[in-house]
């Protein structure tokens, strides 16, 4: 016998909505928001539109929600330890790479609504980037005076970035398991490591 706890209705609820809302991310990332039909994300679940509209008043509330989910991973929780070193650097690049892999259907879903006019979207994107800035930017002021680090840490997030979108736009659906290999992820160590430097700076 079940316990109540674990066949409450509220719990019911709270699964219902979770998996509207992956289903969603999953086809606005891949469809787009307008070309998405409230009945393709209820058919996705396994549930009526009805049942749907139970749980969100609009398509635009599931968006709106969806903003509100938490992204997975990436480099915030890194922190300066010494001197940055390359092995610290690798480490950092991989964090991002498996960040764009682990978010990629949100980030692809923020970049179409970002070009639509969606703020709050862009404010999500600069939020994210804002973390990386300021974890990249921290390691390096401990090898490197402020203005230069300042000035490796942008030229390190438009390299990733760039790479990324590049490979995004390339690879299309495949793009989480191309990224997720060793060629990919030793060229865009090798790539950072080339702009950052820090092997010279140790020997000035």
Known sequence: MSSPSSSSPGRGRDDTRRRILEAARELFGTEGFDCTTVRQIASAVGITDAALYYHFKSKREILTAIWDLPL?????????DGAFSNEQLDGLVDASLDFTIGNDRLLRLMAREILAGDQ?????????????RRAL???LLTTHEA??????????????????MKTQ???GPSFPADVDVRVYRERTRRWVR?????????AC
């Open 137 to 139: 930017r921290a390691h």
């Open 194 to 202: 080339a702009l950052a430097r820090l092997d010279d700076h140790e």
């Open 147 to 164: 203005e230069k680090a300042e000035i490796k840490t942008e030229a390190i997030i438009a390299l990733l970035t760039g790479t990324s």
């Open 120 to 132: 709050t979207a862009l404010a999500l994107r600069l939020q994210s980037r804002a973390v990386m």
């Open 169 to 171: 736009l390339s690879a």
């Open 72 to 80: 997975d991973g990436g480099v915030g929780r890194r922190r300066p």
